[in-house]
């Protein structure tokens, strides 16, 4: 049973607009989360988190939003850039590990 | 230097090879982990080693051998791969615990199984 869902495999934005990737969850225990950015041929890096005692965290350009009543988190990447095309996973702490999402392969075109 | 270093980036073996995957982390995290990615797939956790000591093997079959001889270095050691190992290998650490943990990723070994 996969308890990190990213049910959009991928999405395609124009420069300039507004990215918003999806992430939901089955475990109500989760209260931290993470995004992570993945670029081909290369380990994924982490993007930006958010405690379950929040409901949005900003970093410039990235905000992760959190709706625990549903379950559900969203990034917000606004204006998007080329240089934002990559593979977005979110994820969650359990026990010793983190538990992934699939990811969603974001393509930003001109 | 990186924080997470693997070697090789990549590796072609045949299904007969017996091959090494080396991850050394200069972060000064105590726990170090091997993430499989395959295409279409989450991020499998294979193995995680706290403080040298593993800690999880996660149904791993046995042609796929760790070693964390310290806090520093993990292996990955292959024997008799299929086909289907082909995938992107991937080292992290962490100081598991801290309130706001995080993974910190290598660059990943992109293995082929002839």
């Known amino acids: 049973d996969q308890q990190v869902k990213q049910n959009s495999p991928s999405l395609s934005v124009q420069e300039g607009r507004i990215s918003i990737l999806n992430c939901d969850y089955t475990n109500s225990m989760f209260d931290y989360f993470l995004w992570y950015k993945k670029y081909p041929a290369e380990g994924p890096t982490f993007l930006i988190s958010?405690?379950?005692?929040?409901d949005k965290n900003e970093d410039g350009r990235f905000t992760v939003f959190l709706n625990k009543s549903a379950k559900h988190l969203s990034l917000h990447i606004v204006p998007s850039q080329p240089g934002d095309s990559a593979v977005y996973f979110c994820a969650a702490p359990s026990t010793d590990k983190l538990i992934f999402g699939t990811g969603t392969r974001l393509q930003v075109f001109p | 230097e990186t924080g997470v270093t693997q070697t090789p980036r990549h590796l072609v073996m045949g299904m007969t090879n017996k091959k090494s995957l080396k991850c050394e982390q200069h972060?000064?995290?105590?726990?170090m982990y091997w993430y499989k990615q395959s295409a279409k797939k989450p991020l499998e956790l294979m193995f995680v080693y706290n403080f040298k000591e593993q800690t999880e093997n996660n149904s791993v079959p046995s042609r796929f051998s760790p070693e964390c001889p310290n806090s520093s270095h993990l292996f990955l050691h292959l024997h008799t791969l299929q086909p289907e190992d082909s995938a992107l290998y991937l080292c992290?650490?962490?100081?598991?615990?801290?309130?706001?943990?995080?993974?910190?990723f290598g660059s990943g070994t992109q293995l082929s199984v002839l």
């Open positions: 992290a650490s962490s100081n598991p615990g801290s309130t706001n943990e995080k993974l910190f």
């Open positions: 958010i405690s379950s005692i929040k």
């Open positions: 972060l000064g995290h105590n726990a």
